[in-house]
Nanobody, 125 residues
Framework: QVQLVESGGGLVQAGGSLRLSCAASGRTFSTFTMGWFRQAPGKERESVAAIAWNGASTYYADSVKGRFAISRNNAKDTTVYLQMNSLKPEDTAVYYC?????????????????WGQGTQVTVSA
């Protein structure tokens, strides 16, 4: 069992930055692939980024490549981060952290077994 708690969301102007954190409980954090998803009002949930259990592979949606960075350090803590730079109004959404038993950095929400409650990110023009 893994419990996930996101933090770091907020209101920022376009061009600004935010860093989201996802704190995971449980001693098996290092075995889970971790992902970030987002859902804007009236839209389906979409994958933003993912990182394999050992950090060896990452995935980014085309819309965030070059602006967002996902990271983890299993030796240090049980937290996964999403650094978001050059934010745009279209990045506005609730951002969710998720954990998957898959060995690779999957972008499919159905591969993820555990989900956090989400944190709101609002980017003003």
């Amino acid at each position: 069992q893994v419990q996930l708690v996101e933090s770091g969301g907020g209101l920022v102007q376009a061009g600004g930055s935010l860093r989201l954190s996802c704190a995971a409980s449980g001693r098996t954090f290092s075995t889970f692939t971790m992902g970030w998803f987002r859902q804007a009002p009236g839209k389906e949930r979409e994958s933003v980024a993912a990182i394999a259990w050992n950090g060896a592979s990452t995935y980014y949606a085309d819309s965030v490549k070059g602006r967002f960075a996902i990271s983890r350090n299993n030796a240090k803590d049980t937290t996964v981060y999403l650094q978001m730079n050059s934010l745009k109004p279209e990045d506005t959404a609730v951002y969710y952290c998720a954990a998957s038993g898959r060995a690779y950095s999957s972008s499919r929400s159905t591969d993820y077994n555990y989900w956090g409650q989400g944190t709101q990110v609002t980017v003003s023009a």
